[in-house]
């Protein structure tokens, strides 16, 4: 571990925000200086066309606690926030927007409440100042979907200001727009999240870079995640509750086709169709497997982050052990 | 980390796989040509084992001229195999592609050099073509498509004379016949390809047309290349639409039917409508259970496929 590891570190995804940045970058440390942490604050161009970077790095010549990231081109926020977050150096992370609608003077709360023993705090918009129609409905649907598919209620998922455990944080996979299946995931794992209330502006400079067509995209990442962390849970269990849906179906209309042998018009129809449904749960049921091969032989897995986020007494974490036995 | 304005140590990589009747003649003249630029290079010669003769001749010459190298591969390989093998054995600074036939005048190769200055990858575009006007309709065409498909457009993809930084080379994993798809592999890792016009030789005039079976494998190609560097992370999103419109048509159509069988008096359950509509309900199920296994497999590998590329760091 780096002796000089700083105990925060702050992500901030910046796409053609020059008129942002030296007021967020002021208003970042004006929150965190009285804390009195060693920290410092990342920000990620994500391939502006505008002078963001000069901005930045400008700042940075004078502040060695802001270190200046440029992608080659523009990627979009997550992978933006994922190049923050695997160069980040500190012990705990926190993720905010860069239009200035997070307001840094939270992280201070945030920071005490993952200091309570939390993994992940999240902020929650309680007074957002967004289009209604256009941001709130929609972004309030995704919520209660991702609480319901997933059994994390967590209020606002869209909420870039966030505080993590770095070591839980940079085992997880962040791509996609899988930022806002975090907690929920996280959770999966067993971690402790927390949810505050904390501040939210409306925009001061430039365009909201987000729209509405992001609701079929939430709908099937959704299936995604279920299917992951369903796998952590129960390997091919959730392959087999789909498989479940065609089987029935096929002894029903079995079923149906048997009755109507001792009728009069005996087509090869029913049968036919039964036969496919079956086969298809068949289907469903070896994707199942094969799904959990491939977890299993992958190098993320869910499950796996429980030997970070248990509390051990008297006990090395798992992965020292493991080190330990291919040495003698 | 400013640009590098120099060329330095120029490598020219050159794929022998297909139309390889000139390479002996070409190799003196490509050679004169890059030492007219006046720097350090080195040829590499790629060559797939069917052309055994031509690799013969070749290592002849390599006996008297150090700067050709030679690599002669075990069997036939696609040109994006071939062109990455090559690349493993790069040790210029820029890497310079260029065909076993000739399609572009040489003497205008120093226009890629200057362009190289300010990008990391050039793209040679043959203008004016002397060719026919099919050829250039069918260039034209496949232009629009990859276009349409990717959102990017390239005015010359069939021209494989290609410039860029060594770094951008190493970095790029060509496969298979992925070598036509270069500059959108390249823009993928994010550099920016550069479009520059050069004459077409004439020696690239009189070829004989290209066999049916090509375009049909060039088409796969390109719904390869779309699917890898548009759904390369989400596969769901592909399966998934895929999937979802299969379903909408098995239940609208099951719908249909209920709606006969109750209110029309058509029976049901003897029609082999049925039997489709229920194909295409298994077909979407199927689709989507596939749509999820491959964002399994991106999950659980996301830490060797970064999605963002760094081009530098401060402090």
Known sequence: MLIDQPQLSI??????????????????????DPMEITYEILFVNDGSQDRTFEVASGIAQSDPKLRVIELRKNYGQTPAMAAGIDTARGKVLATMDGDLQNDP??????FAKLHEGYDIVVGWRHKRQDKLITRKIPSMIANWLIGKVTGVPIKDNGCSLKLYRAELMKQMPFYNEMHRFIPALLSVSGSKVAQVKVKHHARQFGESKYGLSRIYKVLLDLLTIKTIGSV???PSMWFAKLAAVPLILSLIIALISIYHLFGEDRSVVLPTISVLFMF??????????????????????????????SRMTNLRPIDQQASGKEET | MSRDNSIGKISVVVPVCERVEHTLKNYHEYRSAVEALG??????????????????????????????????LSRNYGEGTVLQ????????????????????????????????????????????????????????IFSNLMERLTNQKYADAGCHVR???????KELNLYGDQHRFLPLLAYELGYIPVEIKLKQSHENVARSQHKPGVYLRRMLDLLTIVFLTKFNKKPLRFFGILGASAMVIGFLGLIYMTYERFFLDVSMADRPLLVLMSLFLVLGIQLIGIGLIGETIIFTHAEQNKEYRIKQIIN
């Not at chain 1, 003077?105 to 945030?110: F, Q, Y």
């Not at chain 2, 410039?163 to 080379?169: E, I, N, P, S």
């Open chain 1, 11 to 32: 992500v901030v995804p910046l796409y053609n925000e020059e008129d942002s940045v030296s007021l967020l970058y002021q208003k970042i440390c004006e929150a965190v």
């Open chain 1, 105 to 110: 003077s939270d992280i201070p709360m945030m």
């Open chain 1, 232 to 234: 952590a849970h129960h």
């Open chain 1, 280 to 309: 298809t749960s068949f289907f469903l049921i070896s994707l199942g497997i094969l799904g959990e091969q491939i977890y299993k032989h992958g190098s993320i897995q869910v499950s796996k982050l429980s030997t970070i986020t």
């Open chain 2, 39 to 72: 720097q350090d290079f080195e040829f590499i010669y790629a060559i797939n084992s069917q052309f055994s003769d031509i690799a013969d001749a070749l290592r002849d010459i390599a006996k008297e001229d150090n700067q050709l190298k030679l690599l002669e």
């Open chain 2, 85 to 140: 093998a090559a690349f493993d054995h790069v040790t210029g600074d820029s890497t310079l592609i260029l065909p076993p036939y000739k399609q572009v005048e040489l003497d205008e190769l120093p226009k890629m050099f200057e362009a190289l200055k300010t990008a990391d990858v050039v793209l040679a575009t043959r203008w004016p073509r002397l060719d026919s006007k099919f050829k250039q309709t069918q260039t034209r």
């Open chain 2, 163 to 169: 410039l860029m930084r060594t770094k951008v080379a």
